[in-house]
């Protein structure tokens, strides 16, 4: 799935749909202080939106660019682990100086098997309506969000690689309502309850910034919104094997720290109240050698076989109902036998009934 529009050249089409839409300004917050911001200067636009523009904190003043059709929030400064992570995503992963049809490797996470498996397995969870808002954090070079803005959903896409995101617009299917975002996603700020979905398929490297990363997306998320994301397991396995839980792609490569459901259930659990954990890809050896028509029944047996689908190399969450913070001085329904009572009690005694205000 999928692979049809990954193979798409990334050359300039004129149906390539690169401007900001305007719509999709007040999804965006300020890096400083989650300011709204607006438009406060047009440089190159027409009516399907923005290249070229000038964004303004209402709060703050600070001032962010839109270059061709990407908005630019990145931070100054970023962690070295992302420093170098977003080196490599741009020179290797979403190399475009040269830029050709792209060729599936073999084997790993852009292969046609692992396509073929984990894509149908999120956007099942996702269930994007046409009238959905999606924000997708990590959105690479538009794997799934190519797939996702065919459904007719708005979608804000974020990538701290400008290739990638450069890429994307080439992916996309003609009439896409796709804003790109030049972002660290573990120093974003977006709109409180804005977005009916979010998805994030990035591994992330440390607990800090994946419970950040909920943070983010709880906040942004409406009460009935739903997030999906993707996370590499500490499967089977690696524990057999006594693999460690933190690793690199490969030498000098990108960090990554394998996780257990547990774990992420743990993580989790503090931003979203309903929290649904399970192995996807599970790793069968010499599959990739079998025909597609006997290794795919194959690879869907396994995945679902009580113990073996522990073998699964990701992990799939789906978070349901964003946990919001209590608000200052905000009443609950209580009970209303209790407070009949309490009420009749001080009428009785001539006084108001004072639901807590008093002084300590
Ligand atoms: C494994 S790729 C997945 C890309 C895409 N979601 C897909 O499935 O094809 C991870 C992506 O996360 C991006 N990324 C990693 N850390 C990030 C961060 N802190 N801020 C923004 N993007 C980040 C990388 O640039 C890369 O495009
Ligand atoms: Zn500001």
Redesign the pocket.
Known sequence: MGDQKRHAPPTISPLMVNQFPRDMVPLLRCNIDSGELALAEEVRSDAGGVWDAVLRCRTCGAEFRIEDGIVCLLPDRLTPE?QH??SI?DTI??DCTNPSSFVPPAEG?RSLLSDRLEVPEHLDELETLPTSTVV??????G??TSLIAKTGARILA????IN?LRLLACRLPGGAKVGRVH????QLHLASGAFDRALT??P?DSRDERMNMYRTIAHALKDDGRYVGSFEHDDLNRRLLGLPLMRRYSKDGILIEHLTTKRMRLEAAPYFSKLCVRPIRPRVPFVAKLPPGLAFPLLRLVAALPFVRHFGELLLLTAQDPVRLPVEGQHRSGNRIARGAYRSYMHKKNKKASWGEESV
């Open positions: 992302d992570e977003m995503r992963d979403y996470w997708e954090l990590a959105c690479g070079d794997r799934f974020v990538d701290f690689s990638a972002a660290d996603i573990n398929l990035t992330l």
